[in-house]
């Protein structure tokens, strides 16, 4: 049974970069079991300073949340970690709220925070251990067609 990991999708407006790369940095063990993308800054920080795996895609202002918005909406990935700035403008806000809403369409968790990223990692946490128990029920398969069957066995 292939486990599937799950796609997060890390995103972070610049005076909250060092809130997820904190964050990033206490969950690492979790993240590792995760496939991460990132915008391009925000995924940099993270593989610098976690030493995690990220795919990155262009800065945010420069199209980064229009393409992760784009892989949500494809079904390409299934969590949005998303450390926005709700006191602060930023020149794509339109970028901002069509990631947010494509989030919440298609239905996948999103945090916007410490605390939601945080109940996040628990369900992740949950789902990797479910996984895991699940493997240890499958019985190992039996090569029956080499079992040798005493003729004397067959008689009632």
Known sequence: ???????????????????????????????????????????????????????CFLSGPYGGDQQIGARISEGLLDILIFFWDPMSTAPHDADVKALLRLATLMNIPVANNRSTADCILVMIQQQQLHHQQKRSEIPKQVNYRFASIHPASLVH
Do not use: Y
């Not at 890390?10 to 970069?17: E, F, G, S």
């Not at 590792?32 to 915008?39: Q, R, V």
């Open 1 to 55: 049974m292939k486990i599937h990991k799950q796609r997060v999708a890390l995103v972070a407006h610049d005076n909250l970069k060092p809130e997820l790369l904190g964050w990033a940095k206490e969950n690492w063990r979790i993240l590792a079991d995760c496939e991460l993308f990132a915008t391009g800054t925000t995924g940099k920080q993270v593989m610098e300073q976690t030493g995690l795996g990220v795919s």
